[in-house]
């Protein structure tokens, strides 16, 4: 992929002043269905790192085992950015 079109999209969320502004960019950029991809993801993300077992994950969110696994291997081998964004909203 293009690296300019990829800081081009970093870049853009940067320039979000607001949640209002992000849920509005999102909107227009992505499917509900793909907004709601992420947001699960995020979830399955806090849930591991509050030290949820999968199988009750499983339960709580209807996500598949293999989405949490691939959401832990990021937890664990990753470049840390869902940890940066729960470290975050734990202290909002």
């Known amino acids: 992929?293009?690296?300019?079109?990829?800081k081009m999209l970093y870049e853009?969320?940067?320039?979000?002043?607001?949640e209002e502004e992000v849920a509005n960019f999102l909107t227009d950029l992505c499917t509900y269905t793909e907004i709601?991809?992420?947001?699960?993801?995020?979830?399955?993300?806090?849930?591991?790192?509050e030290k949820e077992t999968?199988?009750?994950?499983?339960?709580?969110?209807?996500?598949?085992s293999a989405t949490i696994s691939r959401v832990n291997?990021?937890?664990l081998r990753g470049s840390n950015g869902y940890q940066i964004v729960l470290d975050r909203l734990n202290k909002k």
Request: proline fraction near 0%; include cysteine.
């Open 73 to 75: 291997r990021s937890l």
């Open 36 to 49: 709601e991809a992420m947001a699960d993801r995020l979830h399955v993300a806090k849930l591991l790192s």
């Open 1 to 6: 992929m293009d690296k300019s079109k990829l």
């Open 12 to 18: 853009a969320f940067q320039l979000c002043e607001n």
């Open 54 to 64: 999968y199988e009750k994950i499983e339960q709580m969110t209807k996500m598949s």
